[in-house]
């Protein structure tokens, strides 16, 4: 999927491309090398999510990666960073924050605890911000986008692999969206081929989930944004790919 991503950046004539990576590694965590694969087709900074230390080797990148960052509530222990700082294409300085949602998550730190002193941070380091949300409830994401309207360029929500229809510039000029959708197969459940979910769900049982395959689209969002941070559109992406026999 990452050979899109050129073509992609061309023709929405984008500055910066921020790819949520957290499932790159058949559909739970990622590895040193997707990670490098993603940087390296373009992606300027990938974030991630509850899955960040699923693989094996990924803590030790995470430590000495600038462009791949981890929620920043992640716990004191947890090694990686929360914080990006970029360049676009263009010259603007993008600070980009990863955080993980309270509600229906093991979240060792409350984002809600930290999100004031990290935006500080950010705003002090660069003009646009762009924050990944990584959470379960929907409230809590809109509340999320509500808080920081004004301070932060964007606040847009994955985890939950189904694009939202609210993609929208708040009133202080902040981009908000509750989940940007899924690259990936979406003939499926959230990603996994139908018959794990259903056994799981209809008996109760543990099953090995596996990867699907059909009807894969790539989705997030597109925002635009003055050199003071502020959002003037923000927009839907959707796009159906046609993969090789
Ligand atoms: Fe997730």
Redo the contacts with the bound molecule.
Sequence with gaps: MEENLPALRERFDADLAIVNG??AADGAGITAKLADKLLAAGADVVTL???TYRRGGIASYLAASERVIRPANSGAEAPGHGLAVVEARNGVRVAVLNLLGQLF?PTPVSPWEMVDALVDEARAAAPVVFLDF?AEATSEKVAMATWLDGRVTAVVG??THVQTSDARVLRGGTAAITDAGMTGPHDSVIGSRPDGPLRRFTTGLPVRLEVASGDVRIEGVLVECGSDGRASTCELVRIHVELPA
Aim: glycine fraction near 12%.
């Design positions: 957290e499932n999510g509850n899955h998550l990584h994955t985890h």
